[in-house]
């Protein structure tokens, strides 16, 4: 390895003046002078070597190399915030965007109540009751073991963290401060994390807590606030965005040029639990009935798109108790397998013998099934000259590229796929056509035509529905972690909203804070004056 020496190490300084270039470093790199700090060691014929790619910095006689990475390099004192990933023995696991996961130990934990003493078995077993996995906390970096990891400590200030959104950004965009924490005028706190992450919340919400350890704390917030936290939160990913750094000043400045820009209001996800799937189907049921009636008198006609799966099963026993006029509903397909309609495989398929035949009211006039006997190619562009035909008079009017279906129900896969659009699939790319062609599924067949994505992002209100245990790791994925690379989580609508439905099984593997967080998100952004 090619080595580079700095013969005159001592002009470092922790502020590098603006003529003065920092000193990029990479692992192999020799230190002439100096003791070893994070980011460097001895090798056996004692030089003092580069174990990172980062900024070489001096403080007193110790050299410490500054990472250059996004992922978060703990230092003991640091403020951080962080989400509980796993309850162990005697400890939590807790994700704080760094290479490993930090580890807070119960005797580190002032209890509920402020109680700072030995910790009893009757502690451990009540661990569950005081933070579980999805919970955020706020912390303290108490140490910092040797293969990087970090220990935690929640003392005073440091709490479970409870009504609030959480901003993360790059964690080198975070100012290194004394304080932390932030009262603004406008009653909103933040909390810089050092690590990246960014906790902002009512005032009266953190005064209130302050004391209160690991109580969940839920309360009504009026429009002022819920604006005032979105235009922090907004701020905050528009600084992010810029590489701009991140402290209580820029911030506020931020905050007060927004102050000349409306907040737009936007319903996000909402979540239901029902029990199973025959509960599943009466909440599919309620909905379906109450969009089809308000169609009826808005314009006439409902627009309804549909998938495959365990779709055709669900929507049979919800449409048996239906008791509405579907003479002016439309059902689209959102995919399609290109097989004849005889086959298992075909969608419409399985709704010919599962909805149309057992249900006098739903006949095949209502659907728009493709034509199997096309080609692939022309298959896809014959559906959607079909689908432009419906909503030719909608477009006309709002000069839109694409049309706004008024409900589509989504099944999940378990890769996160949706529709016929699967993981790192070409298809997710095309930003003009409606329908697109899929002759390589992963899963067979391999032959699909599918609604494409700004199609999908479009429609007025997008339902997914997802039952069963084998759906839990995926689900988790989506909800919790927000995997960008699903196609599930791809689904952005423009001004439309999103309905989960979730069984028990389904949503086994949600922490109790991601369902409350979604809850609140939709909360947050559908609040009106």
């Not at 549909?306 to 439309?330: R, T, Y």
């Not at 599924?441 to 700004?454: A, E, H």
Request: with cysteine; glycine share 6%; aromatic share 8%.
């Amino acid at each position: 390895m090619m080595e580079t020496y700095y013969d005159d190490i001592s002009r470092l300084s922790l502020e590098s003046s603006a003529d003065e270039p920092p000193n990029l470093v990479i692992p192999g790199c020799v230190i002439v002078d100096g003791q070893n700090g994070h980011g460097t060691y001895f090798n056996d014929n004692g030089e003092l070597l580069v174990s990172t790619v980062g900024i070489a910095k001096k403080t007193n006689k110790f050299i410490c190399i500054e990472t250059v990475r996004s992922r978060y390099c703990g230092s003991v004192g640091d403020y951080v915030i962080g989400r509980v990933v796993e309850v162990l023995q005697k400890r939590w696991k807790v994700d704080v965007n760094a290479r490993l996961n930090a580890i807070l130990l119960l005797s580190s934990v002032n209890l509920p109540g402020g109680e700072l003493r030995r910790k009893s078995e009757e502690d451990e077993q009540w661990m569950r009751e005081n933070l579980v996995e999805g919970d955020l906390i706020s912390a303290e970096v108490m140490s910092v073991y040797a293969d990087g990891s970090l220990s935690l400590q929640l003392r005073d200030i440091h709490r479970k963290l409870n009504q609030g959104v959480l901003v993360s950004v790059p964690s080198f965009l975070i100012k290194k401060r004394k304080v932390h924490l932030h009262h603004f005028p406008c009653k909103i706190t933040v909390s810089f994390g050092i690590n990246g992450n960014i906790w902002i919340a009512p005032t009266d919400e953190e005064k209130d807590c302050s004391s209160s350890g690991f109580m969940d704390i839920i309360q009504s917030l009026t429009y002022d606030t819920h604006d005032n936290i979105a235009r922090f939160r907004n701020c905050c990913c528009l600084l992010a965005e810029n590489k701009v750094m991140l402290f209580e000043k820029s911030l506020w400045l931020a905050y007060e040029y927004s102050l000349a820009y409306k907040v737009g209001t936007r319903v996000m996800a909402s979540i239901l639990f029902p029990e199973d799937r025959k509960g599943m189907a009466i909440q599919l049921g309620k909905l379906i009935h109450q969009l089809v009636e308000q169609k009826r008198l808005e314009k006439n006609y409902c627009v309804i798109g549909l998938s495959g799966g365990s779709m055709p099963d669900i929507m049979a026993e919800a449409l048996q108790a239906v008791n509405c006029d579907f003479k002016h509903v439309w059902f689209i397909f959102c995919d399609e397998r290109h097989v004849p309609f005889s086959s298992d495989e075909s969608n419409y398929g399985q709704y010919q013998r599962k909805v149309i035949a057992p249900i006098p009211a739903i006949q095949t006039a209502n659907f728009l099934p493709i034509d199997p006997d096309l080609n692939l190619d022309d298959c896809a562009t014959d559906y959607e000259n079909r689908l432009r035909e419906i909503f030719q008079n909608q477009l006309e009017k709002s000069g839109a590229q694409f049309p706004q279906i008024d409900c589509l129900l989504l099944g999940i896969g378990p890769d996160g796929h949706i529709c016929s659009l699967f993981p790192d699939h070409a298809a997710l790319k095309e930003t003009n056509r409606w329908v697109v062609p899929v002759g390589d599924s992963p899963k067979p067949p391999p032959r699909r035509v599918t609604l494409t994505l700004p199609v999908i992002n479009n429609a007025s209100q997008i339902v997914f529905v997802t039952c069963g245990a084998s759906k839990a790791d995926i689900v988790e994925r989506i909800i919790n972690r927000k995997d960008p690379f699903l196609p599930a989580v791809m689904v952005k609508p423009t001004t439309g909203r999103i309905l989960f439905l979730f069984d028990k099984e389904a949503s086994s593997k949600l922490p109790k804070l991601s369902k409350s967080e979604i809850t609140e998100c939709r909360s947050l952004s559908s609040t009106k004056p």
